[in-house]
């Protein structure tokens, strides 16, 4: 069975510039989250997904940040306008809803870098 | 999701068991004790997770007080893999309710030749 699949691997642009991060979960895993790690930080839940609706996406900041998952399979994360304070790994897991506890599988994580 | 309490760093060496505390005296009765652990440059890997009684798998052993307000991960025969952060998180499973997993710091487990 194929893992969690995050492309690209690493990133690295200028403030202001945009970029997107793009996840393929387990096949059959119907919930889909992303984190954010930031350097020497435990990873922290920007959003997440059951099918294609939004449950908690409380800690995403909407003004530069945008995901979507759109056929509730791959999903996009994009940063509109990127900062230095958005340096980190971004991490994808997913789930399956009444699978083994829920156990959340993750992702190698894409690294970006803004200069 | 109830806090737990971890210690920042240990330090064990290849062959030994180590035990690896967690602290969650505010725990609620419809959350689970999950373990998760991580190495550089790779996401987190799933442990093992309980809710009241121990239990074992090939990764661990999980000792969790009667009270529950305290667990333990239990490791044995450490080999340098071992090595990586490992997090004690909270986590209420409902269905239909929101599941999401809250990592802290968790405990830099480091191993010695």
């Known amino acids: 069975e194929a893992g969690v699949t995050q492309s690209p691997r690493y990133a690295v642009l200028q403030e202001g510039q945009a970029v997107s991060f793009w996840c393929d979960p387990i096949?059959?895993?119907?919930?889909l989250y992303w984190y954010q790690q930031p350097r020497d930080q435990g990873p922290q839940l920007l959003v997440y997904?059951?099918?294609?609706?939004?449950?908690?996406n409380s800690q995403l900041p909407s003004d530069r940040f945008s995901a979507v998952r759109p056929k509730g399979t791959n999903s996009t994360l994009k940063i509109q306008s990127a900062k230095q304070g958005d340096t980190a790994t971004y991490l994808c897991?997913?789930?399956?809803?009444?699978?083994?506890?829920?156990?959340?599988?993750f992702g190698s994580g894409t690294r970006l870098t803004v200069l | 999701d109830a806090k737990t309490t971890q210690p920042d760093s240990m330090e064990s060496t290849e062959g030994e068991t180590v035990h690896l505390p967690c602290s969650h005296a505010?725990?609620?009765?419809?959350?689970?004790i999950y373990w998760y652990r991580q190495v550089p440059l790779q996401g987190p890997e799933y442990v093992t997770h309980?809710?009241?009684q121990n239990t074992t798998n090939s990764m661990a052993f999980l000792a969790i007080a009667s009270d529950r307000k305290s667990s333990t991960l239990i490791l044995t025969h450490v080999s340098l893999r071992d090595a990586a952060v490992y997090h004690c998180?909270?986590?209420?499973?409902?269905?239909?309710?929101?599941?999401?997993?809250?990592f802290g710091q968790g405990t830099v487990l480091s191993v010695i030749p």
């Open positions: 505010t725990i609620s009765g419809n959350e689970y």
């Open positions: 309980g809710l009241q």
């Open positions: 897991a997913s789930s399956r809803l009444g699978g083994c506890a829920e156990t959340l599988y």
């Open positions: 997904f059951r099918d294609e609706a939004v449950i908690d």
């Open positions: 998180i909270l986590r209420v499973v409902a269905t239909g309710g929101n599941n999401k997993l809250t």
């Open positions: 096949s059959g895993h119907d919930t």
